[in-house]
Nanobody, 121 residues
């Protein structure tokens, strides 16, 4: 069983930066990890994903060029560096994991509890 614990959310002004962390345990069951987010009144949406082995990445168009996903295999921790934050980035951010590169970006098997990111003007 994969367990995911997010941290690093908070309140930041537009244009600012924030880094989220996701500590993973039991990840031998899961090859890919990523981030989803859900804004109030909206469906959850894919943000980015990374492969634990090799580190290949993939981003949603909405965050490409502003967000960077990375991982530290030794610490079994994944990160999301968020720069140039916009008001529309405000959401509950979830760490996710799955063995499939497609499923992790569409309907991941494992989810964390979420960490709130609020961008103010």
């Amino acid at each position: 069983q994969v367990q995911l614990v997010e941290s690093g959310g908070g309140l930041v002004q537009a244009g600012g930066s924030l880094r989220l962390s996701c500590a993973a345990s039991g990840r031998t069951f899961s090859s890919y990890a990523g981030w989803f987010r859900q804004a109030p009144g909206k469906n959850s949406e894919f943000v980015a994903r990374i492969r634990w082995s090799g580190g290949s990445t993939y981003y949603a168009d909405a965050v490409k060029g502003r967000f960077t996903i990375s991982r530290d295999n030794a610490k079994e921790t994944m990160y999301l560096q968020m720069n140039s934050l916009k008001l529309e980035d405000t959401a509950l951010y979830y760490c996710v994991s799955d063995n499939s590169p497609l499923r992790v970006a569409v309907n991941p098997t494992y989810w964390g509890q979420g960490t709130q990111v609020t961008v103010s003007s």
